[in-house]
C-alpha cells in the first residue's frame, strides 16, 4: 500500500462510499418473477397474440435489453427498479450479503451469483491493509 498512492487513494475512496452510504432501502417481497408480465405472456400465448402491449415475449433477464422496444409490464418495472436501488445501496455500503439475500428473495438468484462473483477477487496487500486498519494499525 506504501508503494502505490492510487491505491491508497482508492481504497480510502470506497471506505469513504461505504461509510457515508444511506441505508438501503428494502423492496416489498415479492410472490415470483416478473409475475405481471409472466401473466401477459402467458395470455398472449393462449390468444395468439405474441406481441401483446408491447410487453416482452420472453421472460429470460436479457429480454427487455434484447427485445428492442418493448418493456416489462409497469408494475414490473417499478419492482425492477426499486430493487435494482436497493442493490445498489447495498453494494455501495459494503453489504454485499444483503444484496445476496435481497436477489434470492425476488426469485433472482443470478443476480446473486454475480454479486457472490465479485467475492473471488482478493488482493492480499489491501486485505492485510484493510485488516491492520480495523484492528487500529497504521
Same mark, same amino acid.
Not at 37 to 51: D, E, F, M, P
Given at each position: 500500500?506504501?508503494? &502505490?498512492?492510487? *491505491? ?6 470506497? @471506505? ?11 423492496? @416489498?417481497?415479492?410472490?415470483? /418473477? ?12 393462449? &390468444?395468439?397474440? +405474441? /406481441? !401483446?402491449? %408491447? #410487453?416482452?415475449?420472453? #421472460?429470460?433477464?436479457? +429480454? ?9 409490464? &409497469?408494475?414490473? +418495472?417499478? /419492482? @425492477? ?5 436497493? *442493490? /445498489? =445501496?447495498?453494494?455501495?455500503?459494503? !453489504? *454485499?450479503? @444483503? ?13 446473486? =451469483?454475480?454479486? #457472490? ?18 484492528? %487500529?494499525? !497504521?
Amino acid at each position: 500500500m506504501n508503494s &502505490s498512492p492510487l *491505491l491508497s487513494e482508492l481504497v480510502v475512496v470506497r @471506505e469513504w462510499l461505504q461509510d457515508t452510504a444511506p441505508p438501503p432501502p428494502h423492496p @416489498e417481497a415479492t410472490t415470483g /418473477y416478473w409475475k405481471f408480465t409472466k401473466h401477459n405472456v402467458l395470455q398472449g400465448i393462449r &390468444s395468439g397474440n +405474441a /406481441y !401483446r402491449d %408491447g #410487453l416482452v415475449k420472453e #421472460l429470460d433477464p436479457d +429480454a427487455p435489453n434484447r427485445e428492442q422496444g418493448r418493456a416489462l409490464a &409497469s408494475d414490473d +418495472a417499478s /419492482y @425492477e427498479k426499486s430493487l435494482l436501488q436497493a *442493490l /445498489y =445501496a447495498c453494494v455501495r455500503a459494503g !453489504r *454485499l450479503d @444483503e444484496a445476496v439475500d435481497l436477489c434470492r428473495r425476488a426469485h433472482q438468484p443470478w443476480r446473486a =451469483a454475480s454479486i #457472490l462473483g465479485s467475492r473471488l477477487f482478493k488482493w492480499p496487500a489491501i486485505c492485510e491493509f484493510n485488516k491492520c486498519r480495523l484492528q %487500529g494499525w !497504521r
